[in-house]
């Protein structure tokens, strides 16, 4: 089916273990993007790109690591999970910058870091 | 960074009601944009505003782009139950949806 699907929907891990969130959208848009949600934050950019091959940092991108090979994935990698990693993660696409684009949300992975 | 204040956190209010919630900024934005998330879901786009001053209205929904840049409001009239969810506004400097800022949310619930 047409749109943006991320992987896991659910995943428990533990306190330094590496842990990989996928994200795939069908609509190949140019512009990617990686979000956390937590309570009293609401959603805070973490990493985003604009084309394959092109990432840039958000506002806490700190402990975690983003590729973009293709331009229909944008996987999203804690490369050692710590408690405060625990979060739902949303990846985000929209089609272009300057435009009066959308950003298209994926349904969220939800991450317990033990 | 940027500081997004939505107001009010949550609210209570029964099917009919109207509903109001804001939201401020510490500086100016191009783009203004609210989204509803449901319960285990992504945020949806509701209503995007372009320019200041601007009024938009997407069914019972309006929402304005404050002609400082700095806040929007939306409104829901006639409230019903799938109204229920929380409500996000979003902002950026650039004219379209690049590196948004978002709102910490308000929670509307409808008391049956």
């Known amino acids: 089916d047409a749109g943006i699907t991320q992987s896991p929907r659910y995943k428990i891990t533990e306190t330094g273990r590496q842990v990989t969130l996928m994200c795939h959208q069908t609509w190949s848009h140019s512009y990617m993007f990686w979000y956390r949600q937590d309570l009293g934050h609401g959603l805070r950019l973490i990493y985003y790109s604009a084309a394959a091959d092109i990432t840039d940092k958000g506002e806490v991108p700190d402990g975690y690591v983003v590729s973009r090979s293709k331009t229909e994935n944008f996987p999203l990698t804690l490369e050692s999970a710590t ?12 089609g272009t910058s300057g435009g009066e684009e959308t950003q298209y949300f994926g349904p969220g992975t939800r991450l317990l870091v033990l | 960074g940027q500081q997004l204040n939505q107001s009010p956190q949550s609210m209570f209010i029964q099917e009919g009601e109207d509903v109001s919630m804001n939201c401020t900024s510490s500086s100016i934005f191009n783009t203004w944009l609210w989204y509803k998330q449901d319960p285990g879901e992504g945020p949806v786009l509701l209503i995007a505003l372009y320019k200041a001053g601007e009024l938009t209205s997407n069914g019972r929904l309006t929402a304005q782009f404050g002609i400082t840049r700095k806040d929007s409001f939306l409104n829901i009239s006639a409230s019903i139950p799938s109204d229920v969810g929380i409500y996000f506004c979003a902002g950026t400097l650039n004219f379209g949806n690049e590196k948004l800022t978002f709102g910490t949310g308000t929670r509307l619930t409808i008391i049956p």
């Not at chain 1, 408690?83 to 929209?94: D, E, W």
Request: aromatic fraction near 16%.
């Open chain 1, 83 to 94: 408690r405060s990693q625990t979060s739902v993660y949303f990846c985000a696409s929209s």
